[in-house]
């Protein structure tokens, strides 16, 4: 089992410059979370989906940020028109369906992708 | 509401000390608190949990003390070691229904381990 694979693990992009990142749940996980970590700070929620669902992106801002979880491929989270402000580390972190009231499916993060925009 | 409130910020023990950071929150719905632990460059990893019907929670050096009147949760790491050092966050999870499984971080607590 590979785990929450994340790509690209560092990106660098000049302000005004678009911004992919990628998520691969654990294997047999349909549910991805996106969280953002700015430096020295902790970890703030952005957006959680099941597959071609959005289910909750009460953390995502409003412009520019945008989160899509297709049937078929990875989670991606997209910035468009990057600025200083959005450089920071952005953690994916996916989950299964099972094991809830014991806890034992509490989120599995991936290493992170960090972005810098110059 | 929906906060966790972390201290303290970072925390320097000795080789062999004990290190405890604390957790407060509001929100009666949160069901699971667990603990990670992140190194730099490296994403959270779960370290230990508790439910808020059980008072402790053990696994080698470190403890879980919850406190349910209080809302209120510790980590406790016995016999400090250097490999520890760390960025620890307590979390807190709104309740688990249909895979929704949000978790809700402290700010996080750098803690130094000095030989």
């Known amino acids: 089992n590979a785990g929450v694979m994340q790509n690209p693990r560092h990106l660098v992009r000049r302000r005004g410059q678009e911004a992919r990142l990628r998520c691969s749940p654990m294997k047999g996980h349909s549910h991805v979370y996106w969280y953002r970590q700015l430096p020295e700070e902790g970890l703030k929620f952005m957006v959680y989906?099941?597959?071609?669902?959005?289910?909750?992106e009460s953390g995502m801002p409003k412009e520019r940020f945008s989160a899509e979880f297709p049937k078929e491929g990875p989670s991606i989270l997209r910035i468009q028109q990057v600025v200083r402000g959005d450089s920071a580390a952005y953690f994916c972190?996916?989950?299964?369906?099972?094991?809830?009231?014991?806890?034992?499916?509490?989120?599995?993060f991936g290493a992170g992708s960090r972005l810098t925009v110059l | 509401q929906q906060q966790v409130k972390q201290s303290p910020q970072s925390l320097i023990v000795q080789k062999g000390g004990i290190s405890i950071i604390n957790c407060a929150y509001e929100n009666t719905a949160f069901d699971y608190f667990p603990w990670y632990q992140q190194f730099p460059g490296k994403g959270p990893a779960l370290l230990i949990a508790?439910?808020?019907?059980?008072s402790e929670k053990k696994e080698g050096r470190f403890t879980i003390s919850f406190n349910k009147s209080a809302k209120q949760f510790s980590l406790h790491i016995m016999d400090s070691q250097p490999g520890d050092s760390a960025t620890y966050f307590c979390a807190a999870r709104r309740g688990f229904s249909g895979g929704y499984n949000k978790l809700i971080f402290g700010a996080g607590t750098r803690l130094a381990v000095h030989p």
């Open positions: 972190a996916s989950s299964g369906l099972t094991g809830g009231a014991s806890g034992a499916n509490v989120l599995t």
């Open positions: 989906l099941q597959k071609e669902n959005i289910i909750d």
């Open positions: 508790i439910r808020p019907d059980v």
